[in-house]
């Protein structure tokens, strides 16, 4: 009597002994089938299994190149607009890109200026929340890199067997952002005294007799090197690629702003002179000229919301009276204000001062005498803050 069972074969043959032989044997042949039909589905995927991975390879390898080429084109990039910044020249701009892009190659490729377009133009926006947009023009302010490479990069498996070859391309812009940069200079009482005199209850060495405070400020005082420092720094801004405005700040036992932001860098020069003329002194304030720098930045009617804030910072001596300085500096940093600082003399507090800056995101530098002050103004001058803008 045959039988047949309405289960599985791999249900049924763990009853073999209750069906027999026979049955066992068709069972064998159905499972013998099946294998055979997984094994033809198999030949037959493979291949089809075979172009998905090498398309998924070549499509991370593209993607690879691509990311390597960016970040090669962005640091070249910022380099060129560095140096345009420092120098103003164009051909620098180009070496320090070309310099740049060797340094980082891409899939193992070399590339150079040869292998880029470069344009040097202007970036503008009149809102924070307008992008940049560039145009090649004159008296640039920012430049334009678009890397390609100098030859196709070859994909590491072949479509359909024929070899194919990719050559991506990107693209960097690095602005010269706009910058409202407050000057807060220490006119105390100290600053009356030469670089290298200690001051103190004698008159400055270089004073005429009879002179005391609220006369016209003695020759040799570090306030008139001050004067001289800040003029360079003037003159820099006045012939870069930036767009600035500048306000200045002043301060003793209390704090002034004594020029709103602007870019008539005149009446600035015109202010400091006529604190030459009558020079009170004072206590030092340093926390009350923080403070100050940073309403001078904050004006509404003439901060610009998109421009990168700057607060330069001076003094000469040790803070005594008022505003501390590190909560102010703490203050201004939470207002995104980026903090230089200078101390000028061997009298000054220079842990705390590059405290000050070290809060800000800044720089601090010491002068010993004038010829320093001035390098360290340049300096700042130099190093005021670019952007990738695209």
Same mark, same amino acid.
């Given at each position: 009597?045959?039988?047949?069972?309405?289960? %599985?074969?791999?249900?049924?043959?763990t009853?073999?002994?209750? +069906?027999?032989?026979?049955?066992?044997?068709?069972?064998?042949? !159905?499972?013998?089938?099946? @294998?055979?039909?997984?094994?033809?589905?198999?030949?037959?995927?493979?291949?089809?299994?075979?172009?998905?991975?090498?398309?998924?390879?070549?499509?991370?390898?593209?993607?690879?190149?691509?990311?390597e080429?960016?970040?090669?084109?962005?640091?070249?990039?910022?380099?060129?607009?560095?140096?345009?910044?420092? @120098?103003?020249?164009?051909?620098?701009?180009?070496?320090?890109a070309?310099?740049?892009?060797?340094?980082?190659p891409?899939?193992? !490729?070399?590339?150079?200026?040869g292998?880029?377009?470069?344009?040097?133009?202007?970036?503008?926006?009149?809102?924070?929340?307008?992008?940049?947009?560039?145009?090649?023009?004159?008296?640039?302010?920012?430049?334009?890199?678009?890397?390609?490479?100098?030859?196709?990069? $070859?994909?590491?498996? %072949?479509?359909?067997?024929?070899?194919?070859? *990719? !050559? %991506?391309?990107? /693209?960097?812009?690095?602005?010269? #952002? $706009?910058?409202?940069?407050?000057?807060?200079?220490? !006119?105390?009482?100290?600053?009356?005294?030469?670089?290298?005199?200690?001051?103190?209850?004698?008159?400055?060495?270089?004073?005429?007799?009879?002179?005391?405070?609220?006369?016209?400020?003695?020759?040799? =005082?570090?306030?008139?090197?001050?004067?001289?420092?800040?003029?360079?720094?003037?003159?820099?801004? /006045?012939?870069?690629?930036?767009?600035?405005r500048?306000?200045?700040c002043?301060?003793?036992? &209390?704090?002034?702003?004594? +020029?709103?932001?602007?870019?008539?860098?005149?009446?600035?020069?015109?202010?400091?002179?006529?604190?030459?003329?009558?020079?009170?002194?004072?206590?030092?304030? #340093?926390?009350?000229?923080?403070?100050?720098? =940073?309403?001078?930045?904050?004006?509404? &009617?003439?901060?610009?919301?998109?421009?990168?804030? #700057?607060?330069?910072?001076?003094?000469?001596? #040790?803070?005594?009276?008022?505003?501390?300085?590190?909560?102010?500096?703490?203050?201004?940093?939470?207002?995104?204000?980026?903090?230089?600082?200078? @101390? *000028?003399?061997?009298?000054?507090?220079?842990?705390?001062?590059?405290?000050?800056?070290?809060?800000?995101?800044?720089?601090?530098?010491?002068?010993a005498?004038?010829?320093?002050?001035?390098?360290?103004?340049?300096?700042?001058?130099?190093?005021? %803050? @670019?952007?990738?803008?695209?």
């Amino acid at each position: 009597m045959r039988m047949r069972s309405a289960y %599985p074969c791999s249900v049924v043959k763990t009853d073999l002994r209750l +069906v027999g032989p026979r049955f066992e044997m068709i069972c064998l042949r !159905r499972q013998s089938a099946r @294998t055979g039909a997984t094994m033809a589905l198999l030949v037959f995927m493979l291949p089809v299994i075979l172009c998905i991975a090498s398309y998924v390879i070549n499509l991370a390898y593209m993607e690879t190149a691509r990311t390597e080429l960016q970040i090669s084109t962005d640091v070249a990039t910022r380099a060129a607009g560095r140096m345009l910044a420092v @120098t103003g020249d164009q051909d620098q701009a180009i070496a320090a890109a070309d310099r740049f892009l060797q340094m980082n190659p891409y899939s193992n !490729r070399e590339i150079s200026v040869g292998g880029t377009d470069i344009v040097f133009g202007v970036s503008t926006r009149t809102d924070e929340t307008q992008r940049y947009v560039f145009a090649p023009g004159e008296n640039p302010n920012a430049v334009s890199l678009r890397s390609f490479g100098e030859d196709d990069v $070859e994909m590491i498996f %072949p479509t359909l067997g024929v070899q194919t070859y *990719f !050559r %991506p391309i990107k /693209q960097a812009i690095c602005t010269q #952002i $706009e910058l409202d940069i407050s000057i807060v200079l220490d !006119r105390s009482g100290s600053m009356a005294y030469a670089s290298d005199e200690i001051s103190g209850g004698d008159p400055p060495q270089s004073a005429p007799p009879g002179w005391s405070s609220g006369d016209p400020v003695p020759p040799n =005082a570090r306030w008139l090197d001050t004067i001289a420092a800040v003029q360079e720094f003037l003159n820099i801004m /006045q012939t870069s690629s930036h767009d600035e405005r500048v306000s200045l700040c002043t301060y003793s036992t &209390k704090s002034a702003t004594d +020029v709103k932001l602007t870019d008539d860098y005149a009446s600035i020069t015109a202010e400091m002179q006529d604190h030459s003329l009558k020079f009170d002194g004072g206590y030092t304030n #340093i926390g009350a000229g923080i403070l100050e720098g =940073a309403a001078a930045l904050s004006d509404k &009617k003439l901060a610009r919301p998109w421009a990168s804030r #700057i607060l330069i910072l001076m003094s000469d001596g #040790i803070h005594n009276t008022g505003t501390e300085p590190i909560p102010a500096s703490q203050q201004a940093a939470n207002e995104k204000i980026m903090i230089f600082t200078v @101390t *000028f003399s061997d009298e000054a507090e220079q842990s705390k001062m590059a405290e000050v800056a070290s809060n800000g995101g800044g720089k601090h530098y010491h002068a010993a005498d004038s010829a320093q002050l001035a390098e360290a103004f340049r300096d700042i001058a130099k190093s005021l %803050p @670019t952007l990738i803008t695209f």
